[in-house]
Nanobody
Framework: QVQLVESGGELVQPGGSLRLSCAAS????????MSWVRQAPGKGIEWVSG????????IYADSVKDRFTISRDNAKNTLYLQMNSLKPEDTAVYFC??????????????????WGQGTQVTVSS
């Protein structure tokens, strides 16, 4: 069955960097767009970034634009999120999610048909 497993979250100081990974299995990874979303303590789900199946189209929330980079390695069935210039407000559980088609579904979280378990990112001094 479809499985998404995130990793890479940890405690980091403001201004630091992290790279999150999402290992996918149980489906043809390159045939589906993927997204990263996050949930801060006491808040709702916030869409962060999306990428199409080929990796040629990427989109970002304004809150992370120019700081975060989404990418994917279809040969390794892995999705990535490079996070630079981290801020305390980036503290959240980060989830990867699968879109139902090869086209990015962006912030339409109701369309996601698979989610990972999440990885905790804490930005604090």
């Amino acid at each position: 069955q479809v499985q998404l497993v995130e990793s890479g979250g940890e405690l980091v100081q403001p201004g630091g960097s992290l790279r999150l990974s999402c290992a996918a299995s149980g489906f043809t990874f390159s045939s589906y767009a993927m997204s990263w979303v996050r949930q801060a303590p006491g808040k709702g789900i916030e869409w962060v970034s999306g990428i199409n199946g080929y990796g040629g189209t990427t989109i970002y929330a304004d809150s992370v634009k120019d700081r975060f980079t989404i990418s994917r390695d279809n040969a390794k069935n892995t999705l990535y999120l490079q996070m630079n210039s981290l801020k305390p407000e980036d503290t959240a559980v980060y989830f990867c999610a699968k879109c139902p088609t090869i086209v990015t579904c962006g912030g339409r979280t109701y369309e996601y048909d698979a989610w990972g378990q999440g990885t905790q990112v804490t930005v604090s001094s």
